[in-house]
Protein backbone atom coordinates (compact mmCIF):
# COMPACT_ATOMS: atom_id res chain seq x y z
CA UNK A 1 0.00 0.00 0.00
CA UNK A 2 1.20 3.48 -0.57
CA UNK A 3 1.71 6.30 1.62
CA UNK A 4 -0.97 9.31 1.63
CA UNK A 5 1.08 12.91 2.82
CA UNK A 6 -1.63 15.95 3.07
CA UNK A 7 -0.67 19.34 3.43
CA UNK A 8 -2.66 22.88 2.91
CA UNK A 9 -3.98 22.98 6.20
CA UNK A 10 -3.59 26.35 8.28
CA UNK A 11 -5.78 29.58 9.79
CA UNK A 12 -8.27 31.30 8.31
CA UNK A 13 -11.26 33.55 9.10
CA UNK A 14 -14.75 32.62 8.43
CA UNK A 15 -15.50 32.91 4.70
CA UNK A 16 -11.98 32.07 3.42
CA UNK A 17 -10.96 29.39 1.43
CA UNK A 18 -8.22 26.96 1.83
CA UNK A 19 -6.72 24.24 -0.34
CA UNK A 20 -6.08 20.87 0.86
CA UNK A 21 -3.41 18.39 -1.29
CA UNK A 22 -2.85 14.76 -0.67
CA UNK A 23 0.50 13.29 -2.20
CA UNK A 24 -0.09 10.18 -3.16
CA UNK A 25 3.40 7.64 -3.10
CA UNK A 26 1.38 5.51 -4.78
CA UNK A 27 -1.93 4.18 -5.73
CA UNK A 28 -2.90 0.75 -5.63
CA UNK A 29 -4.56 -0.56 -8.27
CA UNK A 30 -7.18 -1.86 -5.69
CA UNK A 31 -7.84 1.38 -4.38
CA UNK A 32 -11.25 2.42 -5.24
CA UNK A 33 -12.23 5.78 -3.19
CA UNK A 34 -9.79 8.51 -1.91
CA UNK A 35 -11.23 10.56 0.86
CA UNK A 36 -11.20 13.17 3.14
CA UNK A 37 -12.32 12.84 6.83
CA UNK A 38 -11.82 15.48 9.57
CA UNK A 39 -11.81 14.53 12.92
CA UNK A 40 -12.61 17.05 16.07
CA UNK A 41 -11.18 16.08 20.08
CA UNK A 42 -13.60 13.49 21.69
CA UNK A 43 -15.05 13.12 18.38
CA UNK A 44 -14.71 10.00 16.00
CA UNK A 45 -13.50 10.93 11.92
CA UNK A 46 -16.24 11.90 10.12
CA UNK A 47 -16.50 11.86 6.43
CA UNK A 48 -16.42 14.96 4.24
CA UNK A 49 -16.37 14.17 0.62
CA UNK A 50 -14.87 11.36 -1.55
CA UNK A 51 -14.02 10.74 -5.24
CA UNK A 52 -13.95 7.28 -6.99
CA UNK A 53 -10.36 6.59 -8.57
CA UNK A 54 -12.08 7.24 -11.97
CA UNK A 55 -13.19 10.34 -11.40
CA UNK A 56 -16.63 9.67 -12.28
CA UNK A 57 -18.38 9.73 -9.05
CA UNK A 58 -18.15 12.14 -6.13
CA UNK A 59 -19.58 12.56 -2.68
CA UNK A 60 -20.02 15.04 -0.27
CA UNK A 61 -21.59 15.10 3.15
CA UNK A 62 -24.63 17.40 3.76
CA UNK A 63 -22.83 20.09 5.85
CA UNK A 64 -20.23 20.83 2.69
CA UNK A 65 -21.88 20.50 -0.41
CA UNK A 66 -21.69 23.36 -2.12
CA UNK A 67 -18.47 24.41 -0.64
CA UNK A 68 -16.37 21.87 -0.79
CA UNK A 69 -14.94 20.41 -3.85
CA UNK A 70 -13.21 17.01 -4.02
CA UNK A 71 -10.73 16.59 -7.20
CA UNK A 72 -7.86 15.00 -8.14
CA UNK A 73 -4.67 14.71 -10.46
CA UNK A 74 -4.13 10.78 -11.22
CA UNK A 75 -0.66 12.39 -12.77
CA UNK A 76 0.98 13.68 -9.61
CA UNK A 77 -0.73 11.41 -8.21
CA UNK A 78 -2.64 13.97 -5.58
CA UNK A 79 -6.15 14.53 -4.11
CA UNK A 80 -7.79 17.66 -3.22
CA UNK A 81 -10.28 19.42 -1.38
CA UNK A 82 -10.94 22.98 -2.13
CA UNK A 83 -12.46 24.57 1.00
CA UNK A 84 -14.69 27.60 0.47
CA UNK A 85 -17.19 29.63 2.44
CA UNK A 86 -14.95 28.14 5.30
CA UNK A 87 -17.37 28.65 9.00
CA UNK A 88 -15.77 28.03 12.22
CA UNK A 89 -17.33 24.39 12.80
CA UNK A 90 -15.46 23.36 9.67
CA UNK A 91 -12.36 23.78 12.30
CA UNK A 92 -10.64 20.11 12.71
CA UNK A 93 -7.97 17.99 11.89
CA UNK A 94 -8.20 16.98 8.19
CA UNK A 95 -7.48 13.37 6.82
CA UNK A 96 -7.29 12.04 3.38
CA UNK A 97 -7.56 7.89 2.51
CA UNK A 98 -7.84 5.42 0.42
CA UNK A 99 -10.62 2.74 0.51
CA UNK A 100 -9.33 -0.73 -1.32
CA UNK A 101 -12.72 -2.16 -1.40
CA UNK A 102 -16.07 -1.65 -3.37
CA UNK A 103 -18.10 -2.55 -0.63
CA UNK A 104 -19.47 -0.15 1.92
CA UNK A 105 -20.33 3.19 2.20
CA UNK A 106 -17.78 5.93 1.64
CA UNK A 107 -18.25 8.24 4.76
CA UNK A 108 -17.45 5.03 6.75
CA UNK A 109 -14.11 5.21 7.89
CA UNK A 110 -13.70 1.24 8.77
CA UNK A 111 -13.87 1.00 5.04
CA UNK A 112 -10.69 2.99 4.65
CA UNK A 113 -7.17 1.71 5.03
CA UNK A 114 -4.28 3.92 4.36
CA UNK A 115 -4.70 6.84 6.08
CA UNK A 116 -2.59 10.18 6.12
CA UNK A 117 -1.15 11.91 9.33
CA UNK A 118 -3.87 14.59 8.89
CA UNK A 119 -3.50 18.49 8.30
CA UNK A 120 -5.21 21.25 10.62
CA UNK A 121 -7.64 23.18 9.75
CA UNK A 122 -8.82 26.50 12.42
CA UNK A 123 -11.53 28.71 10.74
CA UNK A 124 -11.89 31.76 13.26
CA UNK A 125 -15.17 33.87 13.44
Known amino acids: QGQLVESGGGSVQAGGSLRLSCKASSYSDSTYYLGWFRQTPGKGREGVAA????????YYAGSVSGRFTISQDNAKETLYLQMSSLRPEDTAMYYC??????????????????WGQGTQVTVSS
Open 97 to 114: AAMSTSVGVWYNPANYNV
Open 51 to 58: ISTGGNNR
